[in-house]
């Protein structure tokens, strides 16, 4: 796969100094860069990734796919309050698509904005109850401001919406753990370890349950 993508680039890039060498000033120049800039980014070269995103939001001034894509490489470089622009920027151009209001809920959580994140992540929601992600992301928002009961109901909501994942139930254990409530706790913990038998958070965080359990 990796030399999948690496080959990708290299079309890419000689996609773009075609175009560039024939009409520098070709409008459909943003799409080499767009695609190219998000397959960097699926291999980690994250600052190639921006430059190239970056072009193609100069030359595609109202892409919110761009705007958002972009957003998604600065986030995951640690860039957040950056990345929360790019997706705003996305948002305003096309207000109705659900993820882009989800992932600058995720900027403002890792900023610790939780009634931003909140709301976003409503919004998210608003637009699309199908999404169990939207649901899961609300709820650790929930979970963060000590919200339990609510971070309870949104992973409970997660988990009928998706195939099963083990974070999702990890995270609806953490609740349990914070509310005193070992033997849910326990039950979420080892619930997640069904489905990844390798977890280490549920691993460490069960066996503070059963130690807590035998105090």
């Known amino acids: 796969e990796m030399k999948q993508k690496e080959r990708a680039i290299e079309d890419f890039t000689l996609s773009i100094d075609t175009m560039v060498a024939y009409k520098p000033t070709n409008p459909q120049l943003f799409k080499p860069y767009f695609f190219r800039g998000n397959t960097l980014r699926e291999i980690g070269r ?10 193609a939001a100069e030359l595609e001034t109202r892409n919110s796919a761009v705007q958002n894509n972009l957003g998604l490489s600065l986030y995951e470089l640690g860039k957040f309050e950056t990345s929360i622009q790019r997706y705003t920027n996305a ?12 992932n600058r809920g995720l900027g403002y959580y890792r900023l610790k904005e939780y009634e ?5 992540f409503t919004e998210a929601i608003n637009r699309d109850q199908n999404d169990g992600n939207f649901y899961f992301n609300r709820g650790n928002t929930y979970l963060a401001m000590r919200r339990y009961t609510e ?10 919406r998706v195939n099963a994942d083990h974070k999702y139930y ?12 070992i033997p849910h706790a326990i039950k979420m ?6 489905i990844n038998p390798d977890y280490i958070q549920s691993l460490y965080h069960l066996g503070l349950m059963y130690h807590a359990n035998s105090q």
Not at 116 to 120: A, I, T, V, Y
């Open 151 to 160: 971070a309870l109901t949104d992973f409970d909501n997660a988990i009928g």
């Open 46 to 55: 994250l600052e190639e990734s921006i430059e190239d995103l970056t072009k």
């Open 189 to 194: 913990f080892k619930k997640a370890l069904e």
């Open 91 to 102: 948002i305003e151009i096309d207000p109705d698509v659900a993820p882009y209001y989800n």
């Open 116 to 120: 931003k994140s909140l709301e976003d």
């Open 170 to 181: 990890h995270c609806k254990g953490m609740a349990y753990q914070e509310m005193k409530d």
